[in-house]
């Protein structure tokens, strides 16, 4: 087991940064592959970013391109999620998720292929 615990959600205005954070205990984190995803009320879960084990290759869906900033430190086993310019319909709860792998620069974009979850954390833009 690997808990992850998100933080760093709260309630923003459009056009407004936060930066959330993904905490793991227990193990070296170094050895996983990490992705953010959001779901918003009535809607699907969905891909937001994701690293790679040692932080080489990052990944974005189009909606968050140019604005979020995925990144991890190996020393805090913390990987973040910097959001930028923030908008109406970037209001979700946002769960990071882990996937230990021997590959350095592999990265995941599907929920299935991640085996452990945070708790998720809410992000409100207000207008």
């Known amino acids: 087991q690997v808990p992850l615990v998100e933080s760093g959600g709260g309630l923003v205005q459009a056009g407004g940064s936060l930066r959330l954070s993904c905490a793991a205990s227990?193990?070296?984190?170094?050895?996983?592959?990490v992705g953010w995803f959001r779901q918003a009320p009535g809607k699907e879960r969905e891909f937001v970013a994701a690293?790679?084990?040692?932080?080489?290759?990052?990944y974005y869906a189009d909606s968050v391109k140019g604005r979020f900033t995925i990144s991890r430190d190996h020393a805090k086993n913390t990987v973040y999620l910097q959001m930028n310019s923030l908008k109406l319909e970037d209001t979700a709860v946002y769960y990071c998720?882990?996937?230990?792998?021997?590959?350095?620069?592999?990265?995941?974009?599907?929920?299935?292929?991640?085996?452990?979850w945070g708790q998720g954390t809410q992000v409100t833009v207000s207008s």
């Open positions: 690293i790679s084990r040692i932080g080489s290759i990052t």
């Open positions: 998720a882990a996937r230990e792998t021997a590959a350095f620069v592999s990265y995941y974009t599907r929920g299935v292929e991640y085996d452990y």
């Open positions: 227990g193990r070296t984190f170094s050895n996983y592959a």
